[in-house]
């Protein structure tokens, strides 16, 4: 049987084998969990739109049946693709 020790409060931890300090950030959702530290919270906000609109349109490009190899990660030719469609403002700016 499991059981659970308190050692106190604001101390570093370890779970999952991902250090989490007192600041940090954990985000969740229906597909897991992230830990942001507290020093990349700025970083992780600013960067956020764009990484939606990418996976938007690698999910998009995935339902017409291309490859996942290439797309996620994007190599040269798909990251140049997405860049033109996105330039051309065919592309949400916000993400559902």
Known sequence: MAQLTFVGWEHPIGCG???VFPGDYIIADQDGAIVVPSALVGNVIDAA???EREEHWILGEINDGAPLSGLYPMNDANRSRYEAKK???NLPTEIE
């Open 87 to 89: 330039n051309s403002q």
């Open 17 to 19: 084998g991902v250090a």
């Open 49 to 51: 739109p764009e990484q």
